[in-house]
């Protein structure tokens, strides 16, 4: 039973901008803070930003001043749009309950071209 579903990812030259989307069950969106992380090649999964149900936001400091995280409340969807992208961006994006994550989806790739 998938409760999270990470799509938009995509190739994108340097510089460019993408959004994903999260879209998450009912349960999960109303109640949960619910986070995005990315995992590049041979590197730990990262955490990016999260997002609370009151729409209390945090991004992590290496991405915060070219990423930004927000919710729309009547498609059960979080988003990340990711502006101004680099080749060191490249990784698959998930999204999951911060802190207590569900079983992990397959992500999506974003791949950003030099």
């Known amino acids: 039973q998938v409760q999270l579903v990470e799509s938009g990812g995509r190739l994108v030259q340097t510089g460019g901008s993408l959004r994903l989307s999260c879209a998450a069950s009912l349960t999960i969106f109303k109640t949960q803070a619910i986070a995005w992380y990315r995992q590049a090649p041979g590197k730990e999964r990262e955490f990016l930003a999260q997002?609370?149900?009151?729409?209390?936001?945090h991004v992590t400091r290496a991405v915060k001043d070219r990423f930004a995280i927000s919710r729309d409340n009547g498609k059960n969807t979080v988003y990340l749009q990711m502006n101004r992208l680099q080749v060191e961006d490249t990784a698959v994006y998930y999204c999951?309950?911060?802190?207590?994550?569900?079983?992990w989806g397959q992500g999506t790739q974003v791949t950003v071209s030099s």
């Open positions: 999951n309950i911060e802190g207590s994550p569900v079983p």
């Open positions: 997002i609370t149900p009151t729409e209390a936001t």
